[in-house]
């Protein structure tokens, strides 16, 4: 590794009363929002900066303020399973475990709507002549996948009110289907409706469905009477990343009675392409609403919180460190990415935390898209198109360091609808339709999976030995003890021109051995780290598309040139303030070397102290 000089990594003495009066008026700030009034037809809007305690602070009101009344509860909701737990667990080790389960209600807006809004009410609707099942993503039912293409890769049209029309493909999605557009999206609209008729839907059907609901005055009064009188007050955490739909929904709410605190930060809005009706840009409450600010940050170095600022696109100056941290002086590392597939910016990461002392549980490495992650240590993003291939393509994916979580998500998905596939046949419907069919549970699938993970050879072998054993091992874990034998098939083939090359490369893998030996850091997309905290964060920023500038390319260019930007490049600059304010103790970035000077330029002109090292070479210990 070539470096500047290191500077001392150690805490620089601040006078103790200066960090005293810090902390003071940062706990008072969340204080005054721990005990603020919420009344019913004026939102709350508590907006805070990272790092700021928002988890904190919704904990300790939901700990110590009283409800208006005690039969009710409160609702405290967010966009991921992920916080849902977190505030759980807060609540347990707080020694009040009866504030997780009813009347109170923790988990995602969309179970929500889903419980309060819309299940109760679909039988006596329009549509209540089918079975309900809500997915979280189409990538759940295999008949919304075709070629490559899932229904999440489209938006669609509404026709009275629901978003069944025509189909287009998402902005930034490529065309990998069958090369014909036109054809994908009739196939899109086509399969959309009729996964409905059979009573599939996701979060944008459910919201749509939940106004339509409520656009029938004599209903909306029943349901909206119920809701208010069953919860004292809703606390919207992430309220930045509500799509129109959600805004609507929330206003009606609110309009009827129902406190509503909504808890965000606008720079963090990174779900914008989940909302393609043109909501974005708008301000995420109404002007009326009341506002209390944080603005202190409990996680991050003051280095840290100057470097995030530069990359804010509101344009607030920094943040006020806060927390232990606050003092310590790492220099923000910019690394030179000299080839994305190979890991070598990842290693010079790795060494400069193990300098730090950061161990690697705490290191994640996180990028705008899976595939600038570098296919080294992550294999390829998206499974292959054969059958045999998202087997192999799974099995590595489950079996690598450091695989993204989204990634991990899906390749469970095929490796259970594989052992599905063998033992109880129907491949074409969902893993959940057919564990209830066959009366499995998702435990002895779990179980199965672990057996045949544990027990499939080694990606190294030949494709045709890997495919001859892969299959005699799926033929002896069965996922429950209902099932004696098996009833349906693999329907896996494989080409004679592959039958040599390593299973690996069928799964569009790199090779095993390099990925075991590489254990660095964890990799993600940066959408999969919001919310969370690490040590150490490099952020790989993409390469610049020069023949057509991408909204990640801009994003950065207008970072680089400190020049206003157009909407679209506002979310992919905000998904790199995202990723950057995670950090604790040490922010690295891994640019395109021709970059890497302006970058340093923009930093230290904000006073930011940052340092360039080179990409590592050396096999090392990490
Ligand atoms: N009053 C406080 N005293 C000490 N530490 C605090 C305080 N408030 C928050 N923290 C710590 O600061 C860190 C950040 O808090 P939290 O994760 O709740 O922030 P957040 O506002 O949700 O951030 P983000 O929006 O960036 O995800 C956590 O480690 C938390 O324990």
Partial sequence: MSAEAIPPASPTAEPRQRVDAIRGSAREAQRAIVEAEVTGGQFLWVEACPGAGKTRVVVDRHLERPLATPRQGRAIVSFTRMAGRELRRRCDDAGSPELVSSPHFIGTLDSFIWLHLVRPYLAASEWGNRSWRRLDSWHDHPKARQRGLSLDDFVFTKKDGLRLGPAKLRNGKSNAGTGDPNRDARWAQRTHRKLFREGFFTGELLRDIALKLL????????????????????????????????????????????????????????????????????????????????????????????????????????????GEHHGEDAPIMLVPMENREEAGHVRSFAAEAQRLGIPQAQRIVASNIGSALPAELTGSSRPPRTLLGRMVWAVGVLRAPGA??????????????????????????????????????????????????????????????????????????????????????????????????????????SDPTITASAEVAHLSTIHQVKGEEWDAVLVIVPPAEVSTPDPITRAVESWLSQRPLT????????????????????????????RIGRARAVLESHGVSCRIVHQHRADVDY
């Avoid at 050879?457 to 494709?463: T, Y």
Wanted: net charge positive; proline share 5%; glycine share 6%.
């Fill in 215 to 322: 656009s029938d005055q004599k209903r909306a009064r029943l349901i909206l009477d119920i809701l208010v009188a069953r919860f004292s007050e809703l606390i919207v955490d992430e309220a930045q990343d509500c799509s129109d739909e959600d805004r609507r929904i929330l206003q009606r709410l609110n309009e009827h009675g129902l406190p509503v605190l909504l808890v965000g930060d606008p720079d963090q809005a990174i779900y914008g392409f989940r909302d393609p009706s043109g909501s974005r840009g708008q301000p995420v409450v109404p002007v009326t609403a009341e506002t209390m600010r944080l603005r202190h940050n409990w996680r991050s170095t003051q280095n840290i919180c100057d470097a995030a600022a530069t990359l804010r696109t509101s344009g607030h100056p920094a943040d006020v460190a806060a």
């Fill in 567 to 594: 909407e679209e490049a506002t979310e992919a600059r905000n998904v790199l303030y995202v990723a950057a304010t995670r950090a604790r103790q040490l922010l690295a970035f891994a640019l395109d070397a021709d």
């Fill in 404 to 509: 993204p979580r989204k990634r991990l998500e899906r390749a469970h998905r095929i490796v259970w609808e594989n052992l599905l596939n063998l033992w109880c046949g129907e491949p074409g419907v969902t893993v959940e339709q057919r564990l209830e069919r066959f009366g499995l549970t998702k435990d002895g699938l779990l179980r199965a999976e672990a057996r045949v993970i544990d027990e499939l050879p080694s990606l190294n072998e030949s494709a045709e030995k890997w495919n001859t054993e892969a299959k005699r091992i799926l033929r002896k874990h069965q996922p429950g003890s209902a099932l004696d034998r098996p009833q349906g098939k693999l329907g896996w083939r494989i080409q004679s021109k592959d039958r040599r090359k390593h299973a690996y490369v069928i799964g569009g893998l």
